[in-house]
């Protein structure tokens, strides 16, 4: 089985300043990886997955995540926030290999970007 | 482009009412997953269809139960509903052609009064 840690429930930011969002799995097979941003009353919607080669991933709105197998990290990044990036950011993780396999998220961290 | 639809939005229940949660996955998309979200919480792997056949099953509890159909819409039927089934469901939908990636809907909200 996989499972996701995400070490902040919350993450508190003044706008423009970097933020990093962490996430840890666990899982004794290849998996595929992702973050899904859920605004408030809305549904899943996904912003960046990894699924093989550059371990270097990024979103179109600026946020990027690297996977770290030997860490089993696939912490999430953004260089300078906006308020527009407040939200709850689930990190999910998948066995690789099968396209009708589940996702398991993380607990989740509540972005909150302050002016 | 067509996304995975889920009705109805919103729904009231009393307790031990039934209610049914409908999806309509992505066109060609062959498996249907739905998820538990409760307050505060992250969304909760529930039960899954490919090919019409249930792929896996999570914590979905023995009162539920759901099917997909034919033409590939699933539906969540719910039974005996209790305060503690208020929640919002997730129906997500894939294809094999599109490596990994879950298609969520808006969510269905249920509110168990």
């Known amino acids: 089985a996989q499972s996701v840690t995400q070490l902040d429930s919350q993450v508190p930011v003044f706008e423009e300043a970097p933020v990093e969002l962490r996430c840890n799995y666990s899982?004794?097979?290849?998996?595929?990886l992702f973050w899904y941003v859920q605004y408030p009353n809305q549904g899943l919607q996904l912003l960046l997955k990894?699924?093989?080669?550059?371990?270097l991933v990024e979103s179109i709105n600026g946020f990027e995540a690297e996977f770290n197998k030997s860490q089993t990290s696939f912490h999430l990044r953004k260089p300078s926030v906006h308020i527009s990036d407040t939200a709850e950011y689930f990190c999910?993780?998948?066995?690789?290999?099968?396209?009708?396999?589940?996702?398991?998220f993380g607990k989740g961290t509540l972005l909150t970007v302050n002016p | 482009a067509a996304g995975v639809i889920q009705s109805p939005r919103h729904l009231i229940k009393e307790k031990r009412e039934t209610a049914t949660l409908k999806c309509y996955p992505i066109?060609?998309?062959?498996?249907v997953y739905w998820y538990q979200q409760g307050p505060g919480q992250d969304p909760q792997f529930l039960i899954s269809?490919?090919?019409?056949?249930?792929?896996d099953k999570g914590s979905i509890p023995d009162r539920f139960s759901a099917q997909q159909f034919s033409d590939y819409h699933s539906e969540l039927n719910m039974s005996s509903l209790e305060l503690g089934d208020s929640a919002l469901y997730f129906c997500?939908?894939?294809?094999?052609?599109?490596?990994?990636?879950?298609?969520f809907g808006e969510g269905s909200r249920l509110t168990v009064l």
């Open positions: 997500a939908s894939s294809s094999r052609t599109i490596t990994g990636e879950l298609f």
């Open positions: 899982s004794s097979v290849s998996v595929y």
């Open positions: 990894y699924l093989s080669g550059s371990t």
């Open positions: 999910a993780v998948k066995k690789s290999g099968g396209s009708n396999y589940k996702l398991t």
């Open positions: 066109p060609r998309h062959d498996t």
């Open positions: 269809f490919y090919e019409k056949m249930q792929s």
